[in-house]
C-alpha cells in the first residue's frame, strides 16, 4: 500500500542550527502538507503546498520556515535558526486533491536543545 | 470560533464494550475526518465523511451535518483499539483543523 515516508524519525539539534525535515510523498499525489503536534497538544496546521508553491500557511508558519520540492518526489520543510518552542513532532502528509482524504507520514520528532 | 471539540477526553473499556466518541464543530465543514495516532506518534486516516454513515470492520462513523456533530463507535473493542482518536474538519481549502483528541485505553 503506497505511503508518506519521512526522515529521520528523531532529530535532535542544538537551538539557532538549522534543521531540514524530509518527506516522500504518495507519488500520484498533488497536494502535499506539513503538521506538527507539540507534547500533549493538538495536531497544528502549518503549511500547504500545491501546483510548486505554498497555497496556504498558519501564523505559526514564520519567516523561520519553508518549504520545498526540490524534485519529483521529496518534500522538505526547513526551520533556519531553531527555538526550544520548535521541539515538536512534525507530519507530512499528502493528498489527491485538496478536499480530498489526506494520508500522513510517521512523523519526526524534532527535539531543540 | 474554529474549533473541533471531542468527548471524552479520555476513555477506559473493557475488552469487548461498545465504544463511542463524539465530536462537535461549529463552524460548516467541507468533510470531517476521523483519525488514529498510535503510541509511537504515527497517524492514519480511518474515515473520510461529509454525510451519514461509513463503516469499516469493527468502526463505524457517524456525522449529523444539521447538529454539526459527529460519533466514532467501535464494536466488540479490543486491547488494540487503545489509541487516540483525533476528529477532525476540513475547512474548504485543504487544511485539516484538528480536535484534541480521545485517548482510549481498552483493558482486557
Known amino acids: 500500500e503506497p505511503e508518506v515516508t519521512q526522515t529521520p524519525s528523531h532529530q535532535v539539534t542544538q537551538m539557532g542550527q538549522e534543521v531540514i525535515l524530509r518527506c516522500v510523498p504518495i507519488?500520484?499525489?498533488?497536494?502535499f502538507y506539513w503538521y506538527r503536534q507539540i507534547l500533549g497538544q493538538k495536531v497544528e496546521f502549518l503549511v500547504s503546498?500545491?501546483?510548486?508553491?505554498?497555497?496556504?500557511k498558519s501564523e505559526i508558519f514564520d519567516d523561520q520556515f519553508s518549504v520545498e520540492r526540490p524534485d519529483g518526489s521529496n518534500f522538505t520543510l526547513k526551520i533556519r535558526s531553531t527555538k526550544l518552542e520548535d521541539s515538536a513532532m512534525y507530519f507530512c502528509?499528502?493528498?489527491?486533491?485538496?478536499?480530498?482524504?489526506?494520508?500522513f507520514g510517521q512523523g519526526t520528532r524534532l527535539t531543540v536543545v | 470560533k474554529n474549533e473541533v471539540e471531542q468527548s471524552p477526553q479520555n476513555l477506559t473499556a473493557q475488552e469487548g464494550e461498545f465504544i463511542t466518541i463524539n465530536c462537535s464543530y461549529s463552524?460548516?465543514?467541507?468533510?470531517l475526518h476521523w483519525l488514529q495516532q498510535h503510541p509511537g506518534g504515527g497517524i492514519v486516516s480511518l474515515f473520510m465523511?461529509?454525510?451519514g454513515k461509513k463503516k469499516h470492520g469493527r468502526l463505524i462513523a457517524t456525522i449529523n451535518i444539521q447538529e454539526k456533530h459527529s460519533s466514532l463507535h467501535i464494536t466488540a473493542s479490543h486491547p488494540r483499539d487503545s489509541a487516540v482518536y483525533i476528529c477532525?474538519?476540513?475547512?474548504?481549502?485543504?487544511?485539516?483543523?484538528f480536535g484534541k483528541g480521545t485517548k482510549l485505553t481498552v483493558n482486557p
Open positions: 465523511l461529509s454525510s
Open positions: 507519488s500520484n499525489h498533488l497536494y
Open positions: 463552524v460548516g465543514i467541507s468533510a
Open positions: 477532525a474538519r476540513g475547512t474548504g481549502s485543504e487544511k485539516l483543523v
Open positions: 503546498f500545491y501546483n510548486n508553491e505554498i497555497s496556504e
Open positions: 502528509a499528502s493528498s489527491e486533491e485538496g478536499v480530498t482524504e489526506a494520508f
